[in-house]
């Protein structure tokens, strides 16, 4: 056992002047090396099986999802597949930059939205208005909602991943050649 001692020296306080209020006594805490050895053995068996490293009857793993675009442009290994991933990349860059400025468009009508929302009255106060706030929720959730926003959203996100994907396959081919082509001179 290791004694932790007061934030004052005992032998600094006058003999009356001892009080458990004063000075708080020395506190024990075990040592290190005695904690480990008495309880070892409690822990381990307080342990859940999962962390032993066994997978529980019926557990069904989630299945882990690599997009197509990883299997089908893996590392590459001449000019020509490197020429064909660039002349891929430029078609379906055209594709992404076109999706791109629309789905920033529909963005941005949607934060004029938010703002507009933001200043509407809390409570209207005619029924007239209360029915123009209720057609802009509903114009609101139609628009966020509308399945050729998400596809297109869903779209662009893809097409980034996948030419960002490409892109590095290029540069780690352009890296490779350019060392060996800087040593074999």
């Given at each position: 056992?290791?004694?932790?001692?007061?934030?004052?020296?005992?032998?600094?306080?006058?003999?009356?002047?001892?009080?458990?209020?004063?000075?708080?006594?020395?506190?024990?805490?075990?040592?290190?090396?005695?904690?480990?050895?008495?309880?070892?053995?409690?822990?381990?068996?307080?342990?859940?099986?999962?962390?032993?490293?066994?997978?529980?009857?019926?557990?069904?793993?989630?299945?882990?999802?690599?997009?197509?675009?990883?299997?089908?442009?893996?590392?590459?290994?001449?000019?020509?597949?490197?020429?064909?991933?660039?002349?891929?990349?430029?078609?379906?860059?055209?594709?992404?930059?076109?999706?791109?400025?629309?789905?920033?468009?529909?963005?941005?009508?949607f934060e004029e939205m938010d703002e507009m929302m933001r200043n509407l009255p809390s409570r209207p106060s005619s029924?007239?208005?209360?029915?123009?706030?209720?057609?802009?929720?509903?114009?609101?959730?139609?628009?966020?909602?509308?399945?050729?926003?998400?596809?297109?959203?869903?779209?662009?996100?893809?097409?980034?991943?996948?030419?960002?994907?490409?892109?590095?396959?290029?540069?780690?081919?352009?890296?490779?050649?350019?060392?060996?082509?800087?040593?074999?001179?």
């Amino acid at each position: 056992m290791k004694t932790i001692a007061s934030s004052m020296p005992l032998s600094i306080l006058d003999p009356g002047s001892r009080t458990s209020d004063q000075t708080p006594l020395p506190t024990v805490q075990p040592d290190i090396m005695d904690l480990a050895q008495s309880q070892a053995a409690p822990q381990m068996a307080a342990e859940p099986e999962i962390l032993r490293g066994h997978i529980p009857a019926g557990h069904i793993p989630k299945p882990v999802i690599i997009a197509d675009y990883v299997a089908k442009y893996p590392t590459i290994h001449s000019d020509e597949e490197r020429d064909q991933y660039k002349a891929v990349f430029n078609d379906q860059y055209a594709e992404y930059k076109e999706l791109h400025a629309e789905v920033q468009a529909m963005t941005k009508k949607f934060e004029e939205m938010d703002e507009m929302m933001r200043n509407l009255p809390s409570r209207p106060s005619s029924q007239m208005e209360k029915e123009r706030i209720n057609n802009i929720l509903q114009e609101y959730r139609r628009k966020k909602n509308d399945p050729t926003f998400l596809e297109k959203r869903e779209r662009c996100e893809y097409l980034k991943s996948k030419l960002s994907h490409i892109k590095q396959k290029i540069q780690e081919y352009n890296k490779v050649v350019d060392w060996n082509d800087a040593f074999s001179n």
